[in-house]
């Protein structure tokens, strides 16, 4: 069963900068596209970035030039650099990936990991 873990979440000042990660672990083949999301309470989730296995990546546009997304596949990692962080930045971001398995390609989530970004 595959896992994603997301970490590097925390509190930071408008125009600073936090880098994500999530990590998937367990027993899976290999990692298709792999994406971050973000969620504000009483906000519908929001899709924030996505990078293709073969590095191929698009933005949202209210991060676009701000958020870079990367993925480490050595370590089965995708990365989410943010800077000059908002306050509309603020929310649960977690990651969603694609991974085939013995049984076929699956969708998992991590648990998320909070980013607060004050004014």
């Known amino acids: 069963q595959a896992q994603l873990v997301e970490s590097g979440g925390g509190l930071v000042q408008a125009g600073g900068s936090l880098r994500l990660s999530c990590a998937a672990s367990?027993?899976?083949?290999?990692?298709?596209?792999m994406a971050w999301y973000r969620q504000t309470p009483g906000k519908q989730r929001e899709w924030v970035a996505q990078?293709?296995?073969?590095?191929?990546?698009t933005y949202a546009d209210s991060v676009k030039g701000r958020f870079t997304i990367s993925r480490d596949d050595a370590k089965n990692t995708v990365y989410l650099q943010m800077n000059n962080l908002e306050p509309e930045d603020t929310g649960a971001y977690s990651c969603?990936?694609?991974?085939?398995?013995?049984?076929?390609?699956?969708?998992?989530w991590g648990q998320g990991t909070q980013v607060t970004v004050s004014s």
């Open positions: 367990g027993s899976f083949v290999t990692i298709g596209p």
């Open positions: 969603d990936a694609r991974i085939l398995t013995r049984t076929g390609w699956e969708s998992h």
């Open positions: 990078i293709t296995s073969s590095g191929m990546t």
